[in-house]
């Protein structure tokens, strides 16, 4: 089987899971609430759309890390907690194959939740009344965020690679949560652009990023992928 085939059976599978159209049912209620909340929270002169989608996508970009993680982890855990691996190992197409196919996936759906989301949001801030945004500023600040959202899903792949070694997605998911709140604490303390799960929401806020930065989440998604790849490479999966 060549890569294509993989991906195809793999998009498949995926699409064909409860948890590929829950994840969308639940993650709507993020910029659903939070967007509301900006929109009453704000003066009584209004709101503008630059002041609600910095707000917005401020808070969206930190909550897209814990649904990135969830669906890397669960695109390798299943196939353990299932019990699907062993009929995996069993087809006639390389280990690398199988693995890159899902990287794939999990880039393609962690994308497709993250444009979903900030739709949802700018749907509700057009539904409330949001107005006076110039349409270049809306497409710059839509795509800062895909960056900023492409750089949490690099920072997913240790989850990959916890979710392979334990052997099911519950371990990753416990990870994120501690992460999560070492960040704030790490980011109280200045630290955020030297901590890995940190450095997307400065580039959320100020747009560019340092070459230590650059040079510390480059390290940790080549981590986690050469990690998992070495892993299905020499690990007994039973």
Not at 4 to 23: G, M, P, Q, T, Y
Not at 56 to 73: E, N, R
Not at 189 to 212: D, E
Request: with cysteine; aromatic share 16%.
């Amino acid at each position: 089987m060549n890569i294509f085939s993989v991906l195809h059976c793999e998009i498949r599978k995926i699409i064909r899971a409860n948890v590929f159209w829950l994840v969308f049912l639940i993650f709507a209620f993020g910029p659903i609430m939070m967007g509301v909340g900006i929109i009453l929270s704000s003066d009584a002169g209004g709101i503008n759309w630059k002041m609600y989608l910095t707000e917005l996508l401020d808070s969206l970009a930190p909550l897209g890390l814990i649904g990135y993680t969830f669906i890397a982890a669960w695109v390798f855990g299943r196939e353990f907690s299932d019990k699907t691996i062993k009929d995996l190992l069993a087809k006639p197409v390389s280990r690398s194959k199988i693995v890159l196919s899902k990287f794939l996936v999990i880039l393609a759906w962690s994308l497709l939740l993250s444009m979903y989301m900030f739709a949802i949001g700018f749907a509700v801030g057009g539904i409330l009344g949001v107005a006076g945004g110039l349409a270049s500023f809306i497409w710059n600040i839509f795509f800062k965020f895909i960056i900023t959202s492409l750089l949490f899903i690099i920072v997913t792949t240790p989850g990959t690679l916890l979710a392979n070694v334990s052997k099911g997605y519950l371990a990753p998911l416990g990870l994120i949560l501690i992460i999560v709140i070492l960040s704030n604490v790490l980011a109280s303390f200045g630290f955020a652009p030297y901590f890995p799960w940190t450095i997307p929401s400065v580039f959320q806020s100020t747009g560019f990023l340092k070459l230590s930065s650059i040079i510390i989440i480059a390290s940790t998604g080549i981590a986690g992928i050469v990690g998992t790849f070495a892993w299905w490479r020499f690990a007994e999966q039973q």
